[in-house]
């Protein structure tokens, strides 16, 4: 059984920096590629940032690129999120997915990813 826990979450002015957490545990976590997405109120859920499973490659949304860092520590099986220069347009809930598949492409989708946390709120205000 997967289950991926995220923390860091909260209010932070804009400018400000954050970083989320996502400790992993139920697979071997190294196997796999991990996400970042995020859905705001009455808005879809959208890809915001993704890393593969050996921490050799990342990819991110065009709206988070050279402000957000993805990174993984496969020995402790935690996956961040580094958030600077935040903006108001960031706020959503935050969610932590890992892929289906053992050593997968890294992938956009949200469909590609079989397991979520529940998501931690960040909060930016103006």
């Known amino acids: 059984q997967v289950h991926l826990v995220e923390s860091g979450g909260g209010l932070v002015q804009a400018g400000g920096s954050l970083r989320l957490s996502c400790a992993a545990s139920g697979r071997t976590f190294s196997d796999y590629t991990m996400g970042w997405f995020r859905q705001a109120p009455g808005k879809e859920r959208e890809f915001v940032a993704v890393i593969n499973w050996s921490g050799g490659n990342t990819n991110y949304a065009d709206s988070v690129k050279g402000r957000f860092t993805i990174s993984r520590d496969n020995a402790k099986n935690t996956v961040y999120l580094q958030m600077n220069s935040l903006k108001p347009e960031d706020t959503a809930v935050y969610y932590c997915?890992?892929?289906?598949?053992?050593?997968?492409?890294?992938?956009?989708?949200?469909?590609?990813?079989?397991?979520w946390g529940q998501g931690t709120q960040v909060t930016v205000s103006s």
């Open positions: 997915a890992q892929d289906r598949l053992r050593r997968a492409t890294m992938m956009t989708a949200s469909k590609e990813y079989g397991y």
